[in-house]
């Protein structure tokens, strides 16, 4: 993979453009697949679901069997974006040692490459929502001026992740810092580390 295949120069754009068409026409979900590398929209994607699941696990109108079932999505999708969080971090480790060699006395970043473009997927999804509410018309003019006022803030937090992110790969490639790739090791979805499950056994 080329880092380049990201399009991070338009990342929040990209992710903006596939949620609204998520929204409106979400089993078709992969038509805005072009805008965004694989894993990279794979990612966003499992983050729009997951979003959604949450809202539903938040409901206090249905019967526990129903929110049951909705925990357990949120689970899986959980999995599913770490999982892929760990995927595009080996990608992009695999494009860097092919542009650098990283000494062994460089410092590291504590946040992956990986994990800030994750941040800037849900930080996208957090401004359309949030922009979602300021076109309600059941809210008083207090109301949409918070949510107005809370939309430029996740915008601009928006912008200074993909400026951390350009900065970290500047810093990568010019040998400043060296990459390491974090682990997750979910413990409680694995059959064989969470003890609730392997002690049915």
């Not at 650098?100 to 401004?127: C, H, Q, Y």
């Not at 490639?173 to 049915?200: A, S, W």
Request: charged share 30%; net charge negative.
């Amino acid at each position: 993979m080329h880092v380049d295949e990201l399009n991070l120069a338009a990342l929040a754009e990209s992710f903006d453009r596939c949620i609204t068409f998520w929204h409106n026409d979400p089993e078709d979900h992969a038509l805005c697949r072009s805008e965004l590398s694989l894993l990279a929209f794979d990612l966003a994607w499992e983050n729009y679901s997951l979003w959604h699941e949450e809202d539903k696990a938040r409901r206090t109108d249905v019967n526990d069997s129903l929110i049951a079932l909705v925990k357990r999505n949120i689970d899986r999708f959980n999995q599913q974006r770490n999982d892929l969080i760990e995927r595009l971090d080996e990608a992009i480790l695999g494009w860097l040692v092919q542009k650098t060699e990283f000494a062994d006395d460089l410092p590291i970043n504590s946040e992956t490459p990986g994990s800030i473009v994750d941040r800037i997927s849900i930080m996208s999804l957090k401004v359309y929502h949030m922009y979602e509410d300021t076109l309600r018309d059941d809210i008083n003019d207090e109301h949409r001026q918070k949510s107005l006022h809370k939309l430029a803030v996740l915008r601009e937090q928006r912008s200074d992740l993909e400026s951390a992110l350009h900065l970290l790969l500047d810093d990568y490639l010019v040998g400043r810092k060296k990459m390491k790739i974090y682990r997750q090791f979910k413990m409680y979805n694995d059959p064989t580390l969470n003890p609730e499950m392997y002690r049915q056994k």
